[in-house]
């Protein structure tokens, strides 16, 4: 069973950039075919897919977030991050990583708990 | 990339069936069977209830199934209990050079 938890600021200023480290225990993600997910949640409103990685590197972007979004993956540190540039406050949002165990793209069974950050000056 | 659409809420009774539809377009729901439906209790992580259209991950109640006619895709939960009260949300494979992921807005459901 894999545990995930996001990490990192909770207040960001406008134009600023997030970042947000996803750690995880209870398995191996150098040993596995895993994809990490980057999923957030604006304040009552749904869930919105930003990106993915797979273990070796190769990451898929959300259009809406290509052109200020990097996800990497340290399978040295057990380690997703998530960085997304020029931040306004619509990026407000509970942000989660999550994967699927059986190593699949399209669904996720494992979430971390999500973390909330604030863009605000 | 459009967020599919699914009612912002439906409601129903201990003991009764209801269901949750979730509508994209042919270049996702309608061409894709990689559906996944997620329920998510105020302040928790949504947890999977349903993936690849019809398939319930170990230890989900087997009240919880889904089925796919044409673009629309449909959660029925048979049974109704009280823990059932949660937001639903599904999420389908958009294919594309970004082989992208997407959402609907996700539905409140309401035990009476």
């Known amino acids: 069973q894999l545990q995930l938890q996001e990490s990192g600021p909770g207040l960001v200023k406008p134009s600023e950039t997030l970042s947000l480290t996803c750690s995880v225990s209870g398995g191996s993600i150098s040993s596995s075919s895993y994809y990490w997910g980057w999923i957030r949640q604006p304040p009552g409103k749904g869930l919105e897919w930003i990106g993915s990685?797979?273990?070796?590197?190769?990451?898929y972007y959300h259009s809406s977030f290509e052109t200020r979004v990097t996800i990497s993956v340290d399978t040295s540190k057990y380690q997703s991050s998530l960085k997304l540039n020029s931040v306004t406050a619509a990026d407000t949002a509970v942000y989660y990583c999550a994967t699927a165990i059986s190593g699949s793209y399209y669904h996720f069974d494992s979430w971390g708990q999500g973390t909330l950050v604030t863009v605000s000056s | 990339q459009s967020a599919l659409t699914q009612p912002a809420s439906v409601s129903g009774s201990p003991g009764q069936s209801i269901t949750i539809s979730c509508t994209g377009t042919?270049?996702?729901?309608?061409?894709?069977?990689?559906v996944s439906w997620y329920q998510q209790h105020p302040g928790r992580a949504p947890k999977l209830m349903i993936y690849?259209?019809?398939k319930r991950p170990s230890g989900i109640s087997n009240r919880f199934s889904a089925s796919k006619s044409g673009n629309t895709a449909s959660l029925t939960i048979s049974g109704l209990q009280a823990e059932d009260e949660a937001d639903y949300h599904c999420?389908?494979?958009?294919?594309?050079?970004?082989?992208?992921?997407?959402f609907g807005g996700g539905t409140k459901l309401t035990v009476l």
């Open positions: 999420c389908s494979y958009a294919g594309g050079s970004s082989s992208s992921l997407v």
């Open positions: 690849e259209g019809t």
């Open positions: 042919s270049s996702d729901v309608g061409t894709y069977d990689l």
């Open positions: 990685i797979y273990y070796t590197g190769t990451t």
